[in-house]
Every structure is written in structure tokens, then in C-alpha cells.
């Protein structure tokens, strides 16, 4: 199912820092640099991919000649990571570390006279508000609120922030219920949404807190949401790009779904709500707006807030478009319409320009709109895919990711768009290890339109030789396949064990037009299926493509789409391996949390009898096409999944099973739809390669 980009946020960094298990942790020992060995074979391993250091946010001091970073590094063998501050020269240069690697600090943001640095960090057992001086000097903690905070954010007027706050207890527990029974363990729900992602509902939310700061002290703390039922920022990512301060200080732009149980489950109507500071007041400002309405800026001036925008409710993957609310008349402007590309990571230069990425046709570029000329610019271009992006002055840093390269910072011309890399974290890796080489071929559909699909040979490809072949099919299914780089399911990876990877931009990815990723809704057996077999046809008469032993991978919508060609690839492939996929449409609609996912997606519910898309969705469920099944597969699962519920993947392991069908099952209590733990990770490298290599170079 998708997963929202929401880039390398505060989120990522504080779940990648929660293994350790002491009250404070300790500083751990990081020593990633490549073994002999390592340099010498030259191959790009699960090993070798957790030492890369994994750079996340950014920021630039007030006058735009220093940047601020952080940087997640990992110790597999204590499968543990740490998050440590970093700055370079924006001009180029060495980088400095800034702090230590004690648990993790991460979300720094400067005070308005660049000579302050403030910064999460659970280094004294809970995340709380830190600084140090702008040289990484004189450390100190400045909160210490029970439970930790989420997210922060210092209002520009520097006398306010806002935090957020998890476990926030509203709804009644069953202790609440039955105080006699202490010891229960009984879990009690009258609605839906019972669960959600990867936890199960517990009646605490997570809450926005407006308070006094004087650059010391957080006091006289307020819930905005007290009492409320919901979550703020959205659950399940709670990404804190939601909330954003006035330059005044006085108002608090900020998103919420207001809904709960079948309501919450069936919409994505989220909206923008601004709390006045002064009057304790708060304004739905998109009232009316029926689908995610998210990530809300104030102009300077404070008369407009730029925000993301949704049309369609109960449609995740719908065109985001960039709207502007005037704040003195309530008006409302879409200022990117005819730009057929969503937009992400909004932010203002002065009143008139607004800066945002866009995924475009494989890549994602940094962009700019003109505000009264609703104009749009793509100042970069190339084939990238830019993460995310810092501002101040006429200052522009980026992250950015390559096929071939992790998140690495660019300097970048505002006019011109060109770039120039400030950080080589991972260069002794590219240094000693052999990377694979991609190719962009544009493939014709069967019904003659042109589909980008990358082809990723191994390193030292050998056009006289003869490969095995994977195709990869892409989750979502709203996702981009291109120049982003996965830690998850890496195409370089792949391909370095000596296999040609096929990837597909099939019917219903994004970054090519709102048509073509709207296509696949409710027609999940139809083109899409006959894009990936255009696709996986075509490379395989490459001479140097062993179409003898050729194998089918994928996760999410992907694990479907294996688990569906298990039944119709008419001896395509030798090998499957589908990872948390949708196997029984009626019973996945049962059981998963979103409702509106699979009403947009299936076309509605499989008791819909008159409802000729969804009775099609459920007549061609994967299930259905067991009978078929001829080709040996591996599954994996997380316990932990509510989106696609793990007993999706049991059924499908007990399905192959009882035919006869060699079959595995790697299953992960600790894990839910991705895998992130390290040695979980490289397990899961390992059992994913291992198969492979057992069907598809048998021969070899």
C-alpha cells in the first residue's frame, strides 16, 4: 500500500534512533569503514549498504554560509544507530561533527541571530529541546517534559514554540471502564479504526502544545487540541512539516483529520485549522475542501497561507495541488493548475514566490510558482531526485539522491539550477565498491503509449554475456519508479549480485501526469499487469538476458502484483518473490484499517453487487487463480502490518504449500509493512538472494 514521501523527516530520524533499550543511552561506537576484504571483492552487499551513513535534514544558518545537517549511521552488530549533527561550509569545504554519537539528535533549527543552535536529542533518556553554540560548543538541555517531545518549532518572534507531544490520554481505557480488573489486558472498541499501520489504538493521541519560550525555558505549556480525539500531525506518520508558526507569532497553521472510527476510516478529508495564541480561538480555514488538506506556510507578511491540497476525497494519490488562502478574505487560489505534477515541501521566498519539489517523469526537481502570475518554474533538472531543500537569502542547498547514490547536499545556482556537491558521505564506499550501471529505455504499451522503464545491468556488464533477469514490481501503487534511492529494495543491490533488474513506470505510478496514475484504480488486474509483461518482454530479447532464468519481486501493491503473475505469467519466470502483498481482495477489504484505500482502489466493497469495478477487482483477487500456481515462491511478512494484514501472506504461504509448491515463509513479530531493524534487514538481504540465486543460477 502507499506510503506518503514524506522525504528523510524528524520521524524517520527519532524511529531509526529507538533501539537502544538503556534509560540514557550511550555513545555508540560507530566504525563503518570497509574491510579488506570488502575492498578487494568490490561488491555492493547488505553489509556494505548498512555502513553508508544515511544524511537526512538540512538547514542553513541565517546568513547562508553554513549548513546544518544531520547524518544516521549504524552499528549492525549491536543493530543499533545513532543520529549525530553535522555542518559544512556553504561555500564547500570540510564538514565538522557538531555532537557526539549518543543516541540522537536530530530536527536543529537556528535561533534568528545564527549564533544559537537548537536541537532534539534523547541523550538524557527522552527526547527533549537541547542547544549548543553555532561551532557545536556548550551543549545544554533546555526541556524536560514528561514523555518526551515529537517535534518542535520556535516561533519567528523567538518568545513562542510549539512541540508536539504523543500519549496524550482522551479517550477512556478499560481500566477507565472496569477499575476493579487493574490487571486486564482486554482492549474494547465500539467503531473502527481500531488499529492503524502498525499499532493498535489505545484512546492517547498525539497533541500540539503552544508555550512561552525566553531561550531557556519552555513554560506555561497549553494542549491546543485538549480534549480532542485526534491526532495533530496526522497520524500515521506524524510528520511535523504540518504545523508552521506566523511571522508574527500569533497564529498556528496546523493540520487535522477531524473524523473518527468508520468516518476517519472511509475519507481523507484532513483540513488546515489556525489557532489564534492571543484569543485561545481556532479557524477551519479549508471547511468545505474535501480531501488531505496538508502542510500549511505563512507569507511573511502573514496575509496568505500557501498549503497542499487534495480534491478528490478517499483518493491518496490525487493531483497535490499548491493552493494560496488569503487570511484577510478567505479566498482561495490553486496557483499551479495545468501543472499536471504534485507538489511537496512548500516554502516562501519573500511574498511573491513559492519554492516546492515536483516528481517528474522518474525524477523530482526543485521548482518555484509566481504567486500573482501563477506561473511555474522547474529550476533544476536532470536525472535526480531531490529529497528536499534549504532556504535563506539567496542561499539554495538541496538533498538529492541518484540511481546510483544515496542522499548526498548540493549547493545549487537559484537561476540557473546548477549544482555543486557539498558532502561525499559515503565516498570510500564509491570509491572501492563496483556500482551497476542503469539504462532509460522508453517501452510501448499495448495500448501505444510510452512507459519509461529503468534496466540496471551489474557492474562490469558484459554485453556478451548472458544475465538473469528480475522484474521489479513497484508497491504503492502510487509511487515513482527513478532516481530516489531505497535502503529497502535498492536496484544497485539488486543488480551487484549479478542479476539485470527490469523497473517499470507501469500504469499508475506518479510523475508522469494525473492520468496515467489514475489508471490503475480499479483496474489493478488489467493494463498495469500487461505494462510490467511489455516491459520484462521486450528486455528479455536482449541478447545478454537469460530469459531461461528470469524472476519476479516486489512489495506492497508489488507483493500483489507476484502473487497475481503467479497465476498468468505463462512460464515467464522461475522464481517469485512477493513481500506484504494483497492476496484475498475480500478478505484484505475485511481487515485493513484505511477503508478509503480500497473503496478508491477496488472500486468499493465485494458486497457491492450492482457495483460492476469493484465485482470486477474481487473476480480477478489473486486467490481466485491458485489453480495456476506452478513456480516456487518466497514470502515475507511483518506482525506488525495493519495495512495489508500479515495474515495475507499466510494465506498465500498456506496456499502454496498445499499444492505442493516450494514456498518459504520469513516472517518479522518486530516489523511491520517495510522492514527497517539492521540485522532484520540484512536477513531479510540475505533469504531474498539466497532464493534468487537457488532458481535463477542453478545453472550457472
Not at 531561550?215 to 500531525?233: C, F, H, Q, R, V
Not at 558532502?423 to 551497476?436: A, C
Not at 506518479?510 to 490503475?520: A, L, M, P, V, Y
Given at each position: 500500500?502507499?506510503?506518503?514521501?514524506?522525504?528523510?523527516?524528524?520521524?524517520?530520524?527519532?524511529?531509526?534512533?529507538?533501539?537502544?533499550?538503556?534509560?540514557?543511552?550511550?555513545?555508540?561506537?560507530?566504525?563503518?569503514?570497509?574491510?579488506?576484504?570488502?575492498?578487494?571483492?568490490?561488491?555492493?552487499?547488505?553489509?556494505?549498504?548498512?555502513?553508508?551513513?544515511?544524511?537526512?535534514?538540512?538547514?542553513?544558518?541565517?546568513?547562508?554560509?553554513?549548513?546544518?545537517?544531520?547524518?544516521?549511521?549504524?552499528?549492525?552488530?549491536?543493530?543499533?544507530?545513532?543520529?549525530?549533527?553535522?555542518?559544512?561550509?556553504?561555500?564547500?569545504?570540510?564538514?565538522?561533527?557538531?555532537?557526539?554519537?549518543?543516541?540522537?539528535?536530530?530536527?536543529?533549527?537556528?535561533?534568528?541571530?545564527?549564533?544559537?543552535?537548537?536541537?532534539?536529542?534523547?541523550?538524557?533518556?527522552?527526547?527533549?529541546?537541547?542547544?549548543?553554540?553555532?561551532?557545536?560548543?556548550?551543549?545544554?538541555?533546555?526541556?524536560?517534559?514528561?514523555?518526551?517531545?515529537?517535534?518542535?518549532?520556535?516561533?519567528?518572534?523567538?518568545?513562542?514554540?510549539?512541540?508536539?507531544?504523543?500519549?496524550?490520554?482522551?479517550?477512556?481505557?478499560?481500566?477507565?471502564?472496569?477499575?476493579?480488573?487493574?490487571?486486564?489486558?482486554?482492549?474494547?472498541?465500539?467503531?473502527?479504526?481500531?488499529?492503524?499501520?502498525?499499532?493498535?489504538?489505545?484512546?492517547?493521541?498525539?497533541?500540539?502544545?503552544?508555550?512561552?519560550?525566553?531561550?531557556?525555558?519552555?513554560?506555561?505549556?497549553?494542549?491546543?487540541?485538549?480534549?480532542?480525539?485526534?491526532?495533530?500531525?496526522?497520524?500515521?506518520?506524524?510528520?511535523?512539516?504540518?504545523?508552521?508558526?506566523?511571522?508574527?507569532?500569533?497564529?498556528?497553521?496546523?493540520?487535522?483529520?477531524?473524523?473518527?472510527?468508520?468516518?476517519?476510516?472511509?475519507?481523507?478529508?484532513?483540513?488546515?485549522?489556525?489557532?489564534?495564541?492571543?484569543?485561545?480561538?481556532?479557524?477551519?480555514?479549508?471547511?468545505?475542501?474535501?480531501?488531505?488538506?496538508?502542510?500549511?506556510?505563512?507569507?511573511?507578511?502573514?496575509?496568505?497561507?500557501?498549503?497542499?491540497?487534495?480534491?478528490?476525497?478517499?483518493?491518496?494519490?490525487?493531483?497535490?495541488?499548491?493552493?494560496?488562502?488569503?487570511?484577510?478574505?478567505?479566498?482561495?487560489?490553486?496557483?499551479?493548475?495545468?501543472?499536471?505534477?504534485?507538489?511537496?515541501?512548500?516554502?516562501?521566498?519573500?511574498?511573491?514566490?513559492?519554492?516546492?519539489?515536483?516528481?517528474?517523469?522518474?525524477?523530482?526537481?526543485?521548482?518555484?510558482?509566481?504567486?500573482?502570475?501563477?506561473?511555474?518554474?522547474?529550476?533544476?533538472?536532470?536525472?535526480?531526485?531531490?529529497?528536499?531543500?534549504?532556504?535563506?537569502?539567496?542561499?539554495?542547498?538541496?538533498?538529492?539522491?541518484?540511481?546510483?547514490?544515496?542522499?548526498?547536499?548540493?549547493?545549487?545556482?537559484?537561476?540557473?539550477?546548477?549544482?555543486?556537491?557539498?558532502?561525499?558521505?559515503?565516498?570510500?564506499?564509491?570509491?572501492?565498491?563496483?556500482?551497476?550501471?542503469?539504462?532509460?529505455?522508453?517501452?510501448?504499451?499495448?495500448?501505444?503509449?510510452?512507459?519509461?522503464?529503468?534496466?540496471?545491468?551489474?557492474?562490469?556488464?558484459?554485453?556478451?554475456?548472458?544475465?538473469?533477469?528480475?522484474?521489479?514490481?513497484?508497491?504503492?501503487?502510487?509511487?515513482?519508479?527513478?532516481?530516489?534511492?531505497?535502503?529497502?529494495?535498492?536496484?544497485?543491490?539488486?543488480?551487484?549480485?549479478?542479476?539485470?533488474?527490469?523497473?517499470?513506470?507501469?500504469?499508475?505510478?506518479?510523475?508522469?501526469?494525473?492520468?496515467?496514475?489514475?489508471?490503475?484504480?480499479?483496474?489493478?488486474?488489467?493494463?498495469?499487469?500487461?505494462?510490467?509483461?511489455?516491459?520484462?518482454?521486450?528486455?528479455?530479447?536482449?541478447?545478454?538476458?537469460?530469459?531461461?532464468?528470469?524472476?519476479?519481486?516486489?512489495?506492497?501493491?508489488?507483493?500483489?502484483?507476484?502473487?497475481?503473475?503467479?497465476?498468468?505469467?505463462?512460464?515467464?519466470?522461475?522464481?517469485?518473490?512477493?513481500?506484504?502483498?494483497?492476496?484475498?481482495?475480500?478478505?484484505?477489504?475485511?481487515?485493513?484499517?484505511?477503508?478509503?484505500?480500497?473503496?478508491?482502489?477496488?472500486?468499493?466493497?465485494?458486497?457491492?453487487?450492482?457495483?460492476?469495478?469493484?465485482?470486477?477487482?474481487?473476480?480477478?483477487?489473486?486467490?481466485?487463480?491458485?489453480?495456476?500456481?506452478?513456480?516456487?515462491?518466497?514470502?515475507?511478512?511483518?506482525?506488525?502490518?495493519f495495512r495489508i494484514p500479515y495474515t495475507e501472506n499466510l494465506q498465500a504461504f498456506h496456499a502454496a504449500r498445499l499444492r505442493g509448491i516450494p514456498a518459504r515463509l520469513v516472517a518479522f513479530p518486530d516489523e511491520a509493512h517495510q522492514v527497517f531493524k539492521p540485522q532484520n534487514n540484512v536477513v531479510w538481504n540475505r533469504e531474498f538472494f539466497g532464493w534468487l540465486d537457488k532458481y535463477l543460477k542453478a545453472g550457472q
Open positions: 500500500m502507499k506510503k506518503l514521501l514524506i522525504g528523510i523527516t524528524l520521524l524517520g530520524t527519532l524511529m531509526s534512533c529507538t533501539e537502544t533499550k538503556s534509560p540514557q543511552p550511550q555513545e555508540l561506537n560507530i566504525d563503518n569503514t570497509l574491510t579488506d576484504a570488502e575492498k578487494s571483492a568490490g561488491i555492493f552487499t547488505p553489509e556494505v549498504m548498512w555502513k553508508m551513513g544515511r544524511i537526512g535534514e538540512q538547514i542553513l544558518s541565517p546568513d547562508g554560509q553554513t549548513v546544518i545537517y544531520t547524518i544516521t549511521w549504524y552499528n549492525l552488530q549491536q543493530n543499533k544507530s545513532t543520529t549525530s549533527l553535522y555542518s559544512v561550509p556553504f561555500s564547500g569545504g570540510e564538514p565538522t561533527r557538531l555532537t557526539d554519537f549518543t543516541g540522537c539528535d536530530a530536527s536543529p533549527a537556528y535561533s534568528t541571530d545564527g549564533k544559537t543552535i537548537y536541537f532534539l536529542s534523547n541523550r538524557s533518556g527522552s527526547t527533549q529541546l537541547w542547544c549548543m553554540t553555532a561551532d557545536g560548543g556548550t551543549m545544554r538541555q533546555l526541556s524536560d517534559i514528561n514523555g518526551g517531545i515529537d517535534g518542535y518549532q520556535i516561533a519567528p518572534t523567538a518568545d513562542k514554540i510549539w512541540y508536539v507531544q504523543s500519549g496524550i490520554q482522551v479517550d477512556p481505557t478499560t481500566k477507565d471502564r472496569h477499575p476493579d480488573m487493574d490487571k486486564t489486558t482486554a482492549m474494547i472498541y465500539d467503531d473502527i479504526m481500531e488499529r492503524h499501520w502498525d499499532h493498535w489504538t489505545d484512546g492517547s493521541y498525539s497533541h500540539i502544545f503552544v508555550a512561552d519560550f525566553n531561550g531557556e525555558k519552555i513554560t506555561n505549556a497549553k494542549d491546543i487540541l485538549e480534549g480532542e480525539p485526534y491526532d495533530a500531525p496526522l497520524s500515521p506518520y506524524f510528520d511535523t512539516d504540518e504545523i508552521s508558526w506566523s511571522q508574527d507569532g500569533k497564529k498556528l497553521a496546523y493540520t487535522c483529520k477531524k473524523l473518527s472510527g468508520a468516518e476517519y476510516s472511509v475519507s481523507t478529508d484532513s483540513d488546515i485549522y489556525v489557532y489564534d495564541v492571543e484569543t485561545g480561538t481556532t479557524e477551519n480555514i479549508t471547511k468545505g475542501m474535501s480531501g488531505y488538506d496538508k502542510y500549511p506556510r505563512y507569507s511573511p507578511d502573514g496575509t496568505m497561507i500557501a498549503f497542499a491540497s487534495q480534491a478528490r476525497p478517499g483518493n491518496e494519490a490525487d493531483l497535490v495541488r499548491l493552493f494560496i488562502h488569503d487570511t484577510r478574505t478567505g479566498e482561495k487560489r490553486w496557483i499551479n493548475e495545468g501543472f499536471d505534477y504534485s507538489v511537496e515541501n512548500l516554502e516562501w521566498e519573500g511574498n511573491e514566490t513559492i519554492w516546492f519539489t515536483a516528481a517528474i517523469q522518474g525524477s523530482a526537481q526543485i521548482c518555484q510558482a509566481d504567486v500573482a502570475a501563477k506561473t511555474i518554474k522547474e529550476v533544476t533538472q536532470g536525472d535526480q531526485y531531490y529529497m528536499g531543500y534549504a532556504l535563506s537569502g539567496d542561499h539554495l542547498v538541496g538533498s538529492r539522491t541518484h540511481i546510483h547514490q544515496a542522499a548526498e547536499l548540493y549547493r545549487i545556482d537559484k537561476q540557473t539550477g546548477e549544482s555543486t556537491q557539498l558532502t561525499f558521505v559515503n565516498k570510500e564506499i564509491y570509491d572501492h565498491i563496483k556500482l551497476p550501471e542503469a539504462q532509460k529505455r522508453w517501452v510501448k504499451t499495448t495500448d501505444g503509449k510510452e512507459m519509461l522503464v529503468f534496466v540496471i545491468v551489474p557492474p562490469d556488464f558484459d554485453a556478451n554475456k548472458k544475465y538473469p533477469a528480475i522484474l521489479y514490481c513497484s508497491g504503492g501503487p502510487q509511487s515513482t519508479v527513478g532516481h530516489n534511492w531505497s535502503y529497502r529494495w535498492n536496484f544497485e543491490l539488486m543488480a551487484a549480485q549479478g542479476y539485470v533488474v527490469v523497473a517499470p513506470n507501469r500504469r499508475g505510478t506518479t510523475s508522469f501526469g494525473q492520468e496515467w496514475t489514475d489508471q490503475i484504480s480499479g483496474d489493478y488486474s488489467g493494463q498495469n499487469i500487461r505494462d510490467y509483461l511489455s516491459a520484462i518482454d521486450e528486455v528479455a530479447q536482449e541478447r545478454w538476458v537469460d530469459d531461461e532464468n528470469m524472476g519476479c519481486v516486489g512489495a506492497s501493491y508489488g507483493g500483489y502484483s507476484c502473487y497475481y503473475l503467479m497465476g498468468h505469467h505463462n512460464k515467464r519466470f522461475k522464481a517469485f518473490i512477493a513481500h506484504c502483498g494483497m492476496f484475498n481482495f475480500e478478505s484484505m477489504y475485511g481487515s485493513t484499517e484505511e477503508q478509503f484505500f480500497v473503496n478508491n482502489d477496488l472500486g468499493g466493497a465485494y458486497w457491492e453487487k450492482d457495483n460492476a469495478v469493484a465485482q470486477r477487482s474481487y473476480a480477478n483477487s489473486p486467490h481466485k487463480f491458485v489453480q495456476n500456481w506452478d513456480t516456487p515462491i518466497l514470502i515475507f511478512s511483518g506482525l506488525n502490518d
